[in-house]
């Protein structure tokens, strides 16, 4: 692979990046489940790409708009040991490769501030992402009946409740 080094870019861990089309590794890891976060793209290039990646088999992938860099989160399956990566397409930038063995391990002291905006017929939940955080849990509180009448788990840092009565206040 080759290596990229740009001086350029919004943030900084994704200015560099490997020119991966055609390569591929391993990892050694305990079986298990995993979320693996691919960071792909490159905030000079001119022109969108089509950058692949096979996971354990699993084909993933993203399209990249000029000069910028994407985010794809999935789950991957251990059950040999071995997670394995092999990358195709042209301009094939990865910047960075995220895995996370998946726990269920809450912190409930944690504060966020949370955005809201609604539409015609939903609400959109939106916070920053809070580093060592893989997943969350968000709940809907009733006031009617003072029980959280809704839960659910996301893996981005957004939610989008299409399940609302939106009033005028």
């Keep these: 692979a080759e290596a990229v080094e740009r001086e350029i870019g919004e943030k900084e ?10 390569n591929k590794f391993t990892v050694k890891l305990e079986n298990g489940c995993y979320l693996v976060r691919v960071y792909a793209g490159d905030y000079v290039d001119e022109g969108d790409v089509t950058t692949t990646y096979i996971v354990n ?6 399209w990249v708009h000029d000069g910028t860099v994407t985010e794809r989160i999935f789950e991957v ?42 539409s015609e017929q939903s609400v959109k939940l939106t916070w920053d992402k809070i ?22 788990d996301v893996i981005l840092e957004e939610y989008t409740d299409t399940d609302v009565d939106l009033s005028e206040k």
């Design 13 to 22: 861990l994704n200015r560099d990046f490997l020119l991966m089309d055609g």
């Design 57 to 62: 088999g699993v084909k993933n992938g993203a």
């Design 77 to 118: 399956e251990v059950t040999d040991g071995v997670m394995e990566f092999e990358f195709s397409g042209r301009h094939c930038a990865i910047n960075a490769i995220d895995i996370a063995m998946m726990q269920d391990i809450e912190a409930p002291n944690v504060k966020v501030e949370v955005t809201a905006k609604k």
């Design 131 to 152: 580093d060592g955080v893989y997943g969350y849990f968000v709940k809907r509180f009733n006031k009617q009946n003072y029980e959280f009448d809704k839960k659910v």
